[in-house]
């Protein structure tokens, strides 16, 4: 008797299935049915892994089967049509019947074959739709499963390269800022030698005769004016060479004959030809100008994004290496001065390069390849390699220059990959086909993309348009005007699913529309994804200008205490000089008016330094536990004489001790510069407000505010009743030497300051402001509650009793070197001198008698003060220590001197400050904390 076919519910079941096994399982169920027999399997082959197997059947009969049907599915899967075989047992035979999908055989169905069986031709027609089925249902498994592990490589790769491109824009920013403030003429041309950018130097120190901009013109117009044009352009040389050039040019600087240095240094495309040439042309003429130059050059050396080598010839010992070569090889910069190029290769490699690195030495021949570098760790990276023969210190070197190109190279395959995939995912794209005739059924419903609907190919032929798709009248629509003529591109939503749909009338011979043809391409993950970069896109620009604005304000920090260092050194020799003046000259006279002028001008230097190291949290503090209550009350009569009378102020302290840990200094200069700021915005006069409250900061309100942590903060209010700030200025209003006061009038570090004496102290500061309406400042900063400890005065030495002892001076800045001696000599103290740390050893070893203090600066050439003390200490233990630095907080700290119970002097100094210091030490007494900052009186 015939079997009963496989229903309608049985098959919608079997295609809702969503775990393949239970679906292949099932289907194996559904042809042992469809065949009468009591048995069938499924398998699927996996690549190389076995055949995955789906029985229907009982388990002892499985056993008894297997082998043989594994050995006829393995047939029909490797040659594609079906295969027969003896199986074994009381029955005549067995089949596998290959399952086809997507162009290729996925695996085979298996079941008994009885020689008494109905018509095979018969029951052949009828498995085959069924294993048509479960071959497409283990493809688009197979594919949504492919499709979703690339998906997810795909996002991770695309977050690396985002962070890449991040990391590369924070380099051009940094190298930008550099080149813009650089007193070195620095000028872009293009590969023809026309200038296409100068930097501020050549536009404003050195513009064109004619008035106009360098712009546009030939570089040959720059060395011309200079004193006459190159004989051997280097700027040509680096274009053909695509390699770094230099070269002297006599020429005229000034009103008399010098000497220039010209470095060409190319800027290379992707295809490894200089695409732009940045030259700079440094003035070598003095010992001054040879300072700047080399100093210049280290910065450029030592900075530069591309690891930099100096290798000996012969033994290609590595001699030199800049901190971008080690970082980039993992080495430190003692262990790679122990090994040598070769190391840096697998010897095979070596064998190939070392040729043409001799090439390089023997003819002076500049190269340029691409090569795979061995780092510390074992691994290899790829780098493009520029090779020349220098002259470095009268010696004869290869100057090695390389890039790491690992990541651009990767990025390079993975997109080749990534696009040579999308033309695969494309080629075979869930699309449906179908054709509709003049009265609305369907005669054509082909393609994968209707199993996105539930649907399966040829389901719907036969059927109405107009029943089926009742539910979605713009369907609908769509196929009237289609029949009416119309072509029509459209979106369309199905159940969540999205497609963009094409209709066409489709015509006979004569023209006649005879029904419509189209193509609908499900787009919904496409959709998804677009609304999903979208939102993230919007979080990316948030991000980026919060980036932006915390990289601003670290680069002009950065720039501060590099200025506020220098600085340092000059006005300690214009104070103590001018204090020496004013001990000899008569009070009264102009000559002492005069000295004084200078003293003051210099004390005002000396607080603005301050400013900046504050702004750039860079000054050596002396933080202690302080009641914000008490600091408001004991500056609360100072601010009233500094305001004027035409402006009330109000004092509402908190109820309780407010504790925090500041330097005092810091707390009434953010309290000064907010009343003075305060002042300016009421030239009319006003009321002036300072509170001291408590708040509780919680999470959401530490991450708006940009707090370390939540917690009780103290915050610090003053409120005024001036003309208020418009949203354009209090974006502004915190960045340094930014004033909307005329010319003279502020400095524009009042603010800046108060923002970073609360960054520095763990805190934040806001503002709420309004035109016309006043404005308020809120500082936050984090409770203690510890009590402030006892102020105990120590009893200070008798400062007019005169020394007697030896002081080992020690200073590599001539001028403090000078001062520093006669005030100790003027006091009696026999000084012997030394430049550094190494003269001042040889100097201690000559010396026969006791050497009572050593007076050191922390930072020299060759040896600091740090291991001089060391040092010295280890010859002489009864040797006492004073370490004086102009350099900020953390470059002391790096150098370990700011250890409790070290005695340190911060320049600028006065002789008091001196003269007191030196002699606590000697005397053995505590060293008084560096002198808190005065608050600035402008904004």
């Known amino acids: ?42 398998f699927l082959a996996d690549g190389r892994q076995p055949l995955r197997e789906y029985w229907h059947g009982a388990p002892e009969a499985r056993e008894r089967l297997r082998s043989a049907y594994k050995g006829a599915a393995l047939e029909a899967t490797r040659t594609g049509v079906v295969a027969a075989r003896a199986a074994g047992d009381d029955s005549d035979s067995l089949r596998a019947f290959p399952l086809h999908a997507g162009g290729r055989v996925l695996g085979a169905i298996c079941l008994p074959w009885f020689a008494s069986s109905e018509s095979s031709t018969d029951l052949e027609s009828r498995i085959a739709p069924l294993a048509g089925i479960l071959a497409a249902k283990a493809f688009f498994h197979e594919e949504i499963t492919r499709h979703r592990v690339q998906r997810t490589r795909d996002e991770r790769w695309f977050k690396t390269l985002d962070s890449h491109l991040r990391l590369l824009d924070r380099e051009r920013q940094k190298f930008a800022a550099f080149v813009g ?75 008399s004959e010098g000497l220039l240095y010209l470095t060409a240094l190319p ?254 391409t499900d787009v919904t993950q496409r959709r998804n994804a677009e609304h999903a970069l979208r939102e993230s896109e919007a979080a990316l620009r948030v991000s980026e200008e919060q980036l932006r604005q915390a990289q601003k304000m670290e680069a002009l920090g950065v720039l501060a205490g590099g200025v506020a260092h220098d600085f340092n050194n000059l006005l300690t020799v214009i104070m103590t000089q001018s204090e020496l003046l004013l001990k000899g000259l ?8 005069k000295a004084e002028s200078i003293h003051g001008a210099s004390a005002r230097g000396a607080m603005l330094t301050r400013q900046l190291l504050t702004f750039s949290r860079n000054e050596v503090l002396a933080p202690q536990v302080l009641d914000v209550n008490t600091v408001v009350r004991e500056i609360e009569g100072m601010l009233r004489r500094l305001i004027g009378e035409d402006v009330e102020i109000s004092c509402a302290c908190h109820g309780s001790p407010v504790h925090v840990r500041c330097d005092r200094g810091q707390l009434e200069q953010v309290l000064m510069n907010l009343a003075v700021n305060a002042r300016d915005a009421m030239p009319q006069g006003g009321r002036l407000r300072i509170a001291v409250e408590t708040a509780r900061v919680d999470e959401a309100l530490a991450s708006e505010l940009s707090l370390d942590a939540p917690g009780s903060y103290c915050a610090l209010c003053v409120e005024d009743t001036g003309t208020g700030m418009d949203p354009q200025t209090l974006e502004r209003i915190f960045e340094p030497f930014f004033t909307t006061k005329g010319p003279g009038k502020g400095t524009g570090l009042g603010l800046s300051t108060v923002y970073g004496i609360a960054r520095q102290n763990s805190g934040a500061v806001t503002v709420r402001s309004e035109p016309g309406r006043g404005s308020t400042f809120t500082v936050h900063l984090p409770m203690r509650e510890d009590a402030p400890a006892p ?79 060391e040092r010295l200490s280890a010859r002489r233990p009864d040797t006492r220590i004073l370490f004086v630095s102009g350099f900020t907080d953390d470059t002391v700290v790096r150098h370990g001197v700011l250890d409790e119970g070290v005695a340190f002097l911060q320049k600028p100094f006065s002789l008091e400050s001196l003269s007191r210091t030196v002699r606590l030490v000697l005397d053995g007494g505590p060293v008084p904390q560096p002198p808190a900052q005065q608050p600035s009186q402008k904004r």
């Open 1 to 42: 008797m015939r079997p009963e076919r496989w229903s309608a519910a049985q098959l919608a079941h079997l295609l809702a299935a969503e775990e393949i096994d239970a679906a292949l399982t099932e289907g194996a169920a559904l042809i042992a049915g469809e065949a009468g027999v009591s048995e069938a399997a499924v």
């Open 181 to 255: 403030q650089t007193d070195t003429f620095v000028f872009v041309t293009d590969k023809d030698a026309r200038i296409g950018w100068a930097n501020r130097a050549m536009c404003d120190v050195f513009p064109p005769e004619n008035g106009g901009s360098w712009i546009g013109s030939a570089c040959s117009s720059v060395c011309s004016r200079l004193g006459g044009p190159c004989a051997d352009c280097p700027v040509v040389r680096a274009a053909g060479l695509a390699a770094v050039s230099h070269q002297e040019l006599p020429g005229q600087v000034g009103a």
């Open 267 to 520: 800027i290379c495309g992707p295809s490894g030809k200089a695409d732009e040439i940045m030259v700079m042309i440094q003035d070598l003429t003095g010992l001054e100008g040879l300072r700047r130059s080399e100093s210049r050059y280290r910065l450029l050396y030592e900075r530069n994004v591309d690891g930099i080598l100096m290798v000996r010839p012969g033994t290609f010992a590595i001699v030199l290496a800049n901190p971008a070569a080690c970082s980039a090889l993992g080495y430190s910069s003692s262990e790679i001065l122990e090994r040598t190029l070769a190391d840096l290769h697998t010897l095979e490699e070596w064998d190939g390069l070392r040729p043409t690195y001799d090439a390089c030495i023997a003819e002076g021949s500049p190269i340029g390849l691409e090569c795979a570098l061995r780092t510390h760790f074992g691994d290899e990276r790829i780098a493009q390699v520029a090779a020349n023969r220098f002259r470095h210190e009268d010696e004869e070197v290869l100057l090695v220059t390389f890039r790491d190109v690992t990541e651009q190279r990767r990025a390079e395959r993975a997109l080749q990959r990534a696009e040579e995939r999308l033309r695969t995912v494309v080629a075979s794209a869930p699309v449906v086909l179908f054709a509709i005739d003049r009265e609305g059924i369907f005669t054509l419903s082909e393609g994968r993309g209707l199993a996105a609907v539930g649907l399966t190919p040829g389901q719907v032929v036969g059927q109405s348009v107009y029943v089926l798709y009742r539910d979605h009248p713009e369907i609908l629509d769509h196929v009237r005007r289609a029949i009416s003529g119309e072509e029509i591109a459209a979106n369309v939503d199905i159940g969540g699913i999205h497609f963009e749909a094409r209709y066409a009338p489709l015509r006979d011979g004569e023209g006649s529309i005879q029904g419509v043809i189209g193509v609908a």
């Open 586 to 593: 008569p009070a009264g006279s102009k000559e002492r008016e």
């Open 791 to 869: 102020q105990v005065e120590p009893a200070g030495p008798d400062l007019s009793a005169r020394g007697g002892e030896t002081v080992l001076l020690v200073e590599d800045e001539p001028g403090v070197r000078a001062i520093g001696k006669d005030l100790l000599e003027f006091h009696g103290y026999k000084v012997i001198e030394a430049e550094n740390g190494v003269r001042a050893l040889e100097v201690e070893a000559r010396h026969r008698g006791p050497i009572h203090l050593l007076l050191t600066d922390v930072v020299m050439p060759l040896m600091g003060g740090r291991e001089l003390a």
